[in-house]
Structure formats: structure tokens, C-alpha cells
């Protein structure tokens, strides 16, 4: 089992900047890959960003040149830099970790952004 913990959210001004960390605990050895999702109110759930344990990342475009996905290995720590934040990316933004060989698809609770035009 894996338990992920986020936090950074909260309320900031269009143009401003968070950062969302996700502490993992558990069996994470076996980690693969660890994305940052998001929920806004009456949508789906969307991939924000994404990084594979050789460090490899992925965005999506409308976060592209404005949010960095990182990780710190020693603190099993992946953080999502967000820069220039618009109204629009005001959701609920999750941290996922995936664990392939188990079959392990784990969810953190959520912590919620909210941008103010």
C-alpha cells in the first residue's frame, strides 16, 4: 500500500504562483510513475502533469510553460511548481502514483486551488 498526502493549495490572484507537494509513504519502492490530476466542479478528471521514475515528464498543453512537476527522491516527495496561474485552473488538484508490477493505482485526498480573477 502507498499513502500520499498533498499539500500547497489555496487561494491566490490570477498571475500568481503554488506549489503542491505529495508525500508518499508505504510501499513506494516500487513506484513508477507519479502524476498530478485535477478536478474542476462538472468536469472530469484531468491529467495536469506527469513524471516516470527515470525522470522522464509530460504536461498537458494548457499547463505547458507554466507548471513544473518534480520530485525529491530522498524526501519521496513530487512537487508541482504552478506559475502564472489563470482562473481557469482553479479544481481540486489529486496526486496519483501508479505501481504496475502490483497493480497498485493509488489516490491522495485532494487539496483544492482556487485562482481569483
Known amino acids: 500500500q502507498v499513502q500520499l498526502v498533498e499539500s500547497g493549495g489555496g487561494l491566490v490572484q490570477a498571475g500568481g504562483s503554488l506549489r503542491l507537494s505529495c508525500a508518499a509513504s508505504g510501499s513506494i519502492f516500487s513506484i513508477n510513475y507519479m502524476g498530478w490530476y485535477r478536478q474542476a466542479p462538472g468536469k472530469q478528471r484531468e491529467l495536469v502533469a506527469a513524471?516516470?521514475?527515470?525522470?522522464?515528464?509530460n504536461y498537458a498543453d494548457s499547463v505547458k510553460g507554466r507548471f513544473t512537476i518534480s520530485r525529491d527522491n530522498a524526501k519521496n516527495t513530487v512537487y508541482l511548481q504552478m506559475n502564472s496561474l489563470k482562473p481557469e485552473d482553479t479544481a481540486v488538484y489529486y496526486c496519483n502514483a501508479q505501481d504496475p508490477g502490483a497493480n497498485g493505482n493509488y489516490w491522495g485526498q485532494g487539496t483544492q486551488v482556487t485562482v481569483s480573477s
Open positions: 513524471i516516470w521514475r527515470g525522470g522522464s515528464t
